[in-house]
């Protein structure tokens, strides 16, 4: 069974940094793909980021390009969202989301596998 846990979450003033973890477990070989998708209040799901850990490709948002930066750590099968310069609008509940290797980040949104969520919150 895979398991997707979230933590670093919470309350930063705008301009200000924070790190996402993401502790991934029960995927075949430890390969996986794993995004990190947000939500806000009334608003849609958004794919923010997306990296795989069998070739390391990226992807970002436009929305979020040049401010995050996504990385993994294969030994301990986790995955981080770095966010510096936030703003008030990057404001929502982050999820982490994943799918056996050989997925696509294309199909962030449909992934199998969920954490159960972190809030960030930008004060402005």
């Known amino acids: 069974e895979v398991q997707l846990v979230e933590s670093g979450g919470g309350l930063v003033q705008a301009g200000g940094s924070l790190r996402l973890s993401c502790a991934a477990s029960?995927?075949?070989?430890?390969?996986?793909?794993i995004g990190w998708i947000r939500q806000a209040p009334g608003k849609e799901r958004e794919a923010v980021s997306c990296?795989?850990?069998?070739?390391?490709?990226?992807y970002y948002a436009d929305s979020v390009k040049g401010r995050f930066t996504i990385s993994s750590d294969n030994v301990k099968n986790t995955a981080y969202l770095q966010m510096n310069s936030l703003k008030p609008e990057d404001t929502a509940v982050y999820y982490c989301?994943?799918?056996?290797?050989?997925?696509?980040?294309?199909?962030?949104?449909?992934?199998?596998?969920w954490g159960q969520g972190t809030q960030v919150t930008v004060s402005s």
């Open positions: 029960g995927f075949i070989n430890d390969d996986y793909v």
């Open positions: 990296i795989s850990s069998t070739d390391g490709l990226t």
């Open positions: 989301a994943g799918d056996p290797g050989g997925s696509s980040c294309h199909r962030m949104l449909l992934f199998d596998s």
